[in-house]
């Protein structure tokens, strides 16, 4: 149910969305900080929420269905907002494209294979990707300013956050390519089928 606690943590990474895009906005180190503590709690729910469902033996098919549209709009947003505003560097919106662009992927992939309803288990590799990629954004929404807020000033916050960023788009390719086989595996096993099939109707038909 929407109401249990599991789901109600993966609804709340959406509603942080509008809150984390005001914070980002408003463009002085207090927001920048408050963005990233926003984002980080966000992500945070995102492994509770699951753990939780899974201790207590509350999942279902509305979570499994919201929690990876919930992280995907997080991240989308955030990455957005950071390129709208300017605050990647050139060589840091390449690897903000790949992410993007492997979400997009994994998201149709996904839903073409519920279709042969085939599941697409989430891997280690893949867990130390949304590790990575919370962390870098999050950092990035921090940036030096917010960094400056908290006596961190020193550090090269936004340095940090963009080599997190390239790690997390070189784990997604990684994970990526994983799925993308598993689905063609899966998309070609389902051809070989529907062409057996046919080939049997075809053969029941002959006089």
């Known amino acids: 149910m929407p109401t249990d606690l599991p789901n109600l943590l993966t609804v709340s990474r959406i509603a942080a969305i509008p809150v984390l895009v005001a914070l980002a906005a408003v463009a002085a180190p207090w927001?920048?900080?408050?963005?990233?503590?926003?984002?980080?709690?966000?992500?945070?729910?995102?492994?509770?929420?699951?753990?939780?469902?899974?201790?207590?033996?509350?999942?279902?098919?509305?979570?499994?269905?919201?929690?990876?549209?919930?992280d995907?709009?997080?991240?989308?947003?955030?990455?957005?907002?950071?390129?709208?505003?300017?605050?990647?560097?050139?060589?840091?919106?390449?690897?903000?494209?790949?992410?993007?662009?492997?979400?997009i992927a994994v998201s149709g992939l996904r839903e073409y294979l519920a279709e042969l309803r085939v599941g697409l288990p989430v891997t280690k590799l893949a867990k130390w990707k949304t590790g990575f990629q919370m962390g870098a954004v999050g950092t990035l929404l921090a940036g030096d300013t917010g960094a400056g807020t908290i006596g961190l000033g020193f550090l090269p916050v936004s340095l940090i956050g963009e080599v997190g960023l390239w790690i997390a788009a070189a784990l997604t390719l990684a994970t990526g390519w994983d799925y993308l086989q598993a689905g063609l595996s899966h998309a070609g096993r389902a051809d070989a089928a529907a062409s057996a099939a046919a080939d049997a109707r075809e053969t029941a038909l002959r006089p």
């Open 31 to 70: 927001a920048d900080m408050a963005a990233c503590v926003i984002f980080a709690a966000a992500g945070i729910t995102d492994y509770f929420d699951g753990k939780i469902a899974r201790d207590r033996g509350v999942t279902s098919s509305f979570g499994r269905m919201l929690d990876p549209i919930a």
């Open 72 to 103: 995907k709009l997080l991240v989308g947003a955030a990455l957005m907002m950071l390129v709208g505003l300017d605050r990647l560097s050139h060589a840091a919106l390449y690897p903000a494209i790949v992410i993007m662009l492997r979400e």
